[in-house]
């Protein structure tokens, strides 16, 4: 594959790396951007692998507790200006809501009646392209719920209650204090805005995410010439840290920077009078994923001057 100057761009943001470290990372791996990445990073050449681009989308993210069930939606715009519409607004408090019995799946969801129309949501989406002008989607959901215990929401940079630009629930399951479970939920929805963990537990988290943290971390240890015995030992308290990085049982509580989540929630019975489990937590942000198209004005000019 040919290394272009678009390529070389997009791994240069991705990784901070140089220009020509980038060209040569692209070629060692055949024009494999994210080859490229793990290439830089065994070479010490980038600190760590970004997520793709900058945040591309407005919107805005809706979030909705309804007894022992929360659901979470984004909804994307063009526009900031469309998200601080008030018929946006309600749109996406409407779909959160609806959302609650028909968790995840987006064409379900599109299905559903829209109240006080006559219109399912997916209809009420496309009127709503067509009277506001902008194009939008209803881009992902999802849902959680517990048998006995609190699901807790979290919106952060709110623009009204339950709608913002990351939104946060956590499910914790115990008999005890309901009170004292909503507290410990707030925060830990907090610490999850923050930190934004990949998995609940190490044994949830992506296997392939670990394997290529694994190569990583296998090609630097080699680099140090030490013996395999010693090797082996690095990469497994390597791998640790790794954990203790994107796994929110693992992470270290931002509330007070010492005690490990797992630690927290185990603490957590006392006060509330039973033992409490983090059962789940899901974590939307506006955009994730989604790169922005940036446009050139001056080419756009020099094309139209012919």
């Not at 470290?21 to 692209?26: N, Q, V």
């Not at 010490?44 to 022992?68: D, F, I, M, P, Q």
């Not at 940036?294 to 756009?300: C, G, K, L, R, V």
Request: charged share 25%.
């Amino acid at each position: 594959m040919a290394v272009t100057a678009a390529l070389v761009k997009e791994l240069r943001e991705k990784t901070g790396a140089g220009m020509m470290d980038c060209k040569k990372a692209l070629s060692e791996t055949d024009g494999d951007l994210e080859a490229a990445v793990d290439w830089l990073r065994t070479k010490g050449l980038a600190a760590a692998a970004k997520k793709s681009g900058r945040v591309a989308t407005e919107g805005l993210v809706g979030v909705v507790v309804k007894g022992n069930k929360g659901a979470v939606v984004e909804v994307n715009s063009e526009t900031d200006f469309v998200a601080r519409n008030d018929s946006f607004q309600a749109f996406v408090e409407n779909v959160t809501a609806l959302a609650i019995d028909t968790g995840a799946d987006i064409e379900a969801l599109k299905g559903v009646a829209y109240p006080g129309t006559g219109r399912t949501v997916g209809d009420e989406l496309t009127n709503n392209i067509a009277t506001i002008g902008e194009n939008m989607s209803i881009r992902r959901a999802a849902v959680v719920s517990v048998t006995d215990g609190v699901v807790v929401p979290y919106v952060h940079n709110a623009v009204k209650p339950g709608l913002g630009k990351i939104g946060v629930l956590v499910a914790l399951e115990s008999t005890g204090d309901k009170d004292k479970l909503a507290e410990l939920g707030k925060q830990i929805a907090m610490h999850i805005a923050a930190t934004a963990p990949q998995s609940l537990s190490t044994d949830d988290l992506d296997p392939a995410a670990i394997e290529r943290e694994r190569a990583v971390l296998i090609e630097q240890a080699r680099a140090s010439g030490k013996p395999d015995n010693i090797i082996e030992k690095m990469i497994e308290g390597r791998i640790r840290k790794f954990y203790q990085e994107v796994v929110l049982l693992e992470q270290t509580f931002v509330i007070d920077g010492e005690t490990q989540i797992r630690k927290v929630v185990e603490a957590a019975a006392k006060d509330a009078g039973a033992p409490v489990t983090l059962a789940a937590f899901v974590r939307l942000q506006l955009g994730e994923g989604i790169e922005k198209e940036q446009a050139d004005f001056a080419a756009e000019v020099a094309a139209l001057a012919g």
